[in-house]
């Protein structure tokens, strides 16, 4: 039994040789402590404050393997990548692994090698696991993104309830949940449905000191955000509501000469994300405009600035992802624009996307009879699903279809897969049927066998591209040729480029139009009403904003942060203007244009620079070097 000053000794060595800390942040030790002395443990900790290693340290210094339950592949893949890298031994289960690499985790978690497994929350209702389980010695449980288990959240997942259930098998193992957005009302639902037993609970306050807000009405943001970013070399994120704006503002901002800047969304192919993904955290200066795909579970600290180009979905999300600046303590910026005409284009947008019962339970039944799923049937393939026919078939829009898929998938009703990914090729008869067919057919079967391994034997993945450069062959002619042997029912096919379905439970029609409408009707209202929030936030020039996230969030005794653009003006209107002496103080340092001394000043409105601008000039204390540039006299 290793003693507690040991453990303090073991517990500095592991954060030095893996992390490279001398010391832990607010909060992380005393979570850690927790768990070693085998007590469950709740913790409230904004976005940056270290959740994971909470459970990644721990995990280290004990015993067994540590059970991480998370709810999303790629944030478990993401996270079993970062500590590879590290050296450490974990591994993650997903419906993408064969049984064979499934059996090889299992068997180095019996070992003993395996220090974090990371599982989805409906694994924990495979008997198939279940069973593999029994025979780990498991140090801990861990549960990430513990508020989804909250049922009337966004986020709210059914398959977290078998946390509870899982636990009990397991009395005496101790349990930490953590979360980094959570009202008190939903903390208390977490322990509740966690089952957690005279939990330890620690909330680290939501405040961040070193965070500047601008909240900016603005027409022209191109113009805006180029401005930003030509006189900023730093790290940074740009989110973008949709797929199309991140392309459009990187192809925008490229032309204007803005070398360091590139796109990232869920629509871009598995490789191209971890090229990406990797340049962006290995880089000083590079910036990513992405959509709200990109970074759950990233470990960027000299992150100095995230630009919203519009108001994000609710006040949780805009946290979160303004947490990813400044991780690292630096003084950076939260930029966020918006114009009213935006804002009521949102508004139409939301509810157009929410279908009445009767289109909810239509685009659903489509869904199971375009497959010929009966009523009590569980098929056990994937599908290839076109969006396009859905909405010619039942006449509705494609937001509405969209947001119905996305219901389902929370669910865990089907797996739906919108992303692109490796395709998959399965062999419906038996290798020694292949010289019965005819020639053309054989021949094709035969080339295939060929150029991919294990095909005669499983399911596999593969890249129609890799193949197509392989043999030599056009891509289109080549996937047409796949397709036609699987409508003679020679293979199973699904092109990964493509929208596939899977179905996850039984067709049941009256829980469809009973208990999943009511929770689907609830969670748009819920929707609406943190839009409704979060257009509050945006628009409300009164209080101090960082304030108002607080209160959010449930704090007491708030303080203004005397650094957000409310704040700022709120002195300037106190002790008279401080925009002259903010110019002077930026020219000091260089002479520089308006929109340079605007960017630099973005707590001021641009008219009211200009105005103490011309001041200046008439007052001779700035002078003009050229028809744009000012300086000091």
Excluded at 35 to 41: A, G, H, R, V
Excluded at 178 to 204: D, H, M, R, W, Y
Excluded at 423 to 431: A, F, M, V
């Amino acid at each position: 039994m290793i003693s507690t000053k040991e453990f303090e000794k073991l517990k500095y060595e592991t954060l030095k040789y893996f992390w490279g800390y001398d010391s832990f942040r607010d909060s992380q030790e005393d979570i850690i402590n927790s768990i070693i002395s085998c007590k469950d443990t709740l913790a409230l900790l904004p976005t940056g404050a270290g959740k994971s290693l909470c459970y990644q340290l721990p995990a280290l210094i004990q015993q067994g393997t540590c059970i991480v339950i998370s709810p999303l592949v790629a944030l478990m893949r993401d996270q079993v990548s970062q500590l590879k890298k590290r050296g450490i031994e974990a591994e993650f289960l997903s419906s993408e692994l064969e049984e064979a690499e499934a059996e090889t985790i299992f068997n180095n978690c019996k070992d003993g090698l395996t220090k974090l497994l990371y599982v989805s929350p409906e694994r924990l209702a495979n008997a198939q696991f279940l069973q593999n389980i029994e025979e780990v010695e498991i140090s801990f449980i861990a549960v990430d993104e513990a508020h989804c288990i909250s049922e009337w959240g966004q986020d709210f997942r059914p398959s977290y309830q078998n946390i509870k259930t899982f636990k009990e098998q397991f009395k005496d193992v101790p349990c930490l949940a953590l979360t980094a957005t959570a009202t008190l009302k939903v903390l208390t639902e977490i322990q509740s449905k966690l089952g957690l037993k005279n939990p330890n609970v620690f909330q680290k306050s939501f405040r961040r000191n070193n965070l500047n807000i601008v909240i900016e009405e603005i027409s022209d943001k191109y113009q805006r955000i180029y401005d930003i970013l030509r006189l900023n070399q730093k790290s940074g994120i740009i989110y973008t509501r949709t797929r199309k704006e991140a392309e459009e503002l990187t192809y925008f901002l490229s032309s204007k000469g803005i070398s360091n800047v590139d796109f990232f969304h869920a629509g871009i192919s598995p490789k191209e994300k971890m090229a990406k993904q990797k340049k962006w955290i290995n880089s000083q200066s590079n910036v990513l405009v992405s959509t709200n795909a990109f970074g759950m579970g990233i470990d960027k600290d000299n992150v100095r600035f995230v630009i919203h180009f519009s108001p994000s979905a609710s006040i949780e999300n805009y946290y979160q992802e303004i947490g990813r600046a400044g991780r690292n303590g630096h003084q950076s910026f939260a930029f966020m624009f918006w114009n009213q005409q935006e804002l009521n284009n949102f508004d139409q947008i939301l509810a157009n996307q929410i279908p009445t019962k009767k289109e909810f339970t239509a685009i659903v039944s489509y869904i199971y009879s375009a497959f010929q799923v009966a009523d009590g049937e569980l098929p056990e393939q994937t599908f290839q699903l076109h969006i396009d026919r859905v909405k010619r078939f039942t006449k509705y829009s494609t937001p509405k279809i969209k947001n119905v898929l996305n219901f389902l998938h929370n669910q865990e009703l089907i797996f739906h897969n919108e992303y692109k990914s490796l395709s998959t090729l399965e062999l419906k008869i038996k290798p020694e049927e292949i010289d019965l067919l005819p020639r053309k057919e054989s021949y094709l079967i035969e080339l295939l066998l060929r150029n991919i391994a294990g095909l005669s034997s499983h399911k596999v993945h593969f890249s129609e591209v890799a193949l197509a450069a392989k043999i030599g062959a056009d891509i289109q002619q080549l996937k047409e040729s796949i397709k036609d042997l699987q409508k003679q029912s020679y293979l199973e096919y699904i092109d990964g480029s493509l929208s596939s379905i899977k179905f996850l439970k039984h067709r049941n029609d009256r829980l469809i139009s009973g208990k999943y409408w009511i929770l689907f009707e609830q969670i748009q209202k819920n929707k609406i009403q943190k839009w409704e929030e979060m257009k509050f936030f945006t628009k409300d020039e009164r209080y101090c904003k960082m304030k108002l996230i607080l209160s959010y969030f449930d704090e007491k005794n708030i303080k203004n942060c005397g650094q957000c653009h409310v704040c700022k003006r709120n002195t300037e209107s106190i002790f008279g203007s401080s925009v002259s002496r903010d110019i002077v103080t930026v020219l000091e340092k260089q002479p520089s244009s308006l929109e340079e001394i605007a960017v630099q000043l973005s707590f001021h409105k641009k008219e009211k620079i200009l105005e103490n601008l011309i001041d200046l000039l008439d007052s001779g204390r700035v002078k003009m070097l050229n028809f744009r540039t000012y300086a000091l006299a």
